[in-house]
């Protein structure tokens, strides 16, 4: 429940910097916050102005590290990245920056190291090939990798087992 405290824009200038110190923040993060400070427009547009200036808020600094930990903590394909710093309203130009910092062979090792751990879990229970690699496939684009790329591991996969 969010309540609003009514905070003049002194008071909430502190507060704000360590809400941003504390970790990366989006824009839309920190204007939030302050609107729930029960601040007005032109004092919020301030404030965050002053935060951009003293290096509190970066957004490509922002867009960056949600990237990385997204991908390397959670495990998220780019396409749930994407989403997820879209819904932080994240510029385009810093998205694609974001995502251009994953590592492309780095990607690949982690899609099939999620494919071959899920196709050996589901592998024990699933009777029908053409189920597990259903279910596989859906997990994996579930987790925000891209459809085509995921098809190309299933497939490649299968190949492999088929030579052992």
């Known amino acids: 429940m969010i309540t609003r405290k009514n905070l003049t824009p002194q008071m909430a200038l502190p507060r704000i910097m360590q809400y941003c110190s504390y970790q990366e923040r989006s824009h839309a993060e920190a204007k939030n916050r302050l609107y ?8 919020v547009e301030t404030i965050i102005s002053k935060l951009i200036e003293e290096n509190y808020l970066n957004e490509e600094r922002f867009a960056s ?30 998205l694609r920056k974001a995502l251009e910092e994953i590592d492309e062979e780095e990607y690949q090792k982690t899609i099939y190291k999620l494919a071959d751990k899920k196709w050996k879990l589901l592998a024990k229970s699933t009777e029908s090939p053409l189920m597990l690699r259903a279910k596989v496939s859906s997990w994996l684009i579930s987790r925000g990798f891209e459809p085509m790329l995921v098809r190309k591991i299933i497939l490649g996969y299968e190949q492999e087992l088929k030579k052992l």
């Open 36 to 43: 729930g400070f029960g601040l007005h427009k032109t004092d």
């Open 65 to 94: 590290g949600f990237a990385r930990g997204k991908f390397r903590i959670k495990k998220w394909g780019r396409i749930k990245i994407s989403y997820e710093l879209k819904q932080k309203q994240v510029s385009t130009y810093n």
